[in-house]
């Protein structure tokens, strides 16, 4: 499994549900899953923050690539580059038909490398629902651990987890 970066061209088309020229910007061909009406405002969102700050691109978003399969699996990055308090906060999805083999995992492990040789961050969090039990057991097994209640990640109820930099 590889991190391949999108790119701000891919995220642009993928914030227009245009699959076609997101896949010939990406630099790999990407799935339809990539577009699912869920996905769009994520992308919108990302597309946002790189028209406020072209250099954010490289925190947003990649592709998880299966090697082997030669095929895009899902999706991985960051909601933006780290914040006033030196924290980014990881997001990662992989579609149903490749789940339970790995792939989320070996993602947030590059995820919290990538995050951790930049000395502007000193936390990585996972912000998760509480019924996205899969997802906890990850991050907990990755090693970050619960936090206390945050007021600062809206559309709740969420579970944030965090993972500081040694």
């Known amino acids: 499994m590889r991190l391949l970066p999108l790119g701000?061209?891919?995220?642009?088309?993928?914030a227009d549900g245009d699959l076609t020229c997101a896949s010939r910007a990406a630099p790999v061909p990407l799935t339809p899953y990539f577009v699912q009406p869920e996905?769009?405002?994520?992308?919108?969102?990302a597309r946002d923050r790189i028209e406020a700050n072209p250099a954010a691109v490289s925190w947003l978003a990649d592709v998880v690539w299966d090697?082997?399969?030669q095929a895009a699996v899902g999706r991985a990055g960051f909601h933006g580059p780290p914040d006033a308090l030196r924290r980014v906060e990881v997001?990662?999805?992989v579609e149903p038909a490749h789940r339970r083999r790995g792939h989320a995992?070996?993602?947030?492990?590059?995820?919290?490398?990538?995050?951790?040789a930049d000395p502007g961050v000193r936390l990585v969090r996972a912000v998760i629902r509480p019924h996205n039990v899969a997802s906890r057991r990850l991050v907990a097994q990755c090693g970050f651990v619960e936090l206390p209640a945050q007021d600062d990640v809206p559309g709740g109820p969420w579970v944030v987890y965090g993972f500081e930099a040694g």
């Open 105 to 116: 995992r070996a993602a947030l492990e590059s995820l919290q490398v990538r995050a951790l």
């Open 67 to 69: 090697e082997v399969q």
């Open 91 to 93: 997001t990662y999805e």
């Open 8 to 14: 701000a061209a891919a995220i642009r088309a993928l």
């Open 39 to 45: 996905w769009i405002a994520g992308w919108r969102r």
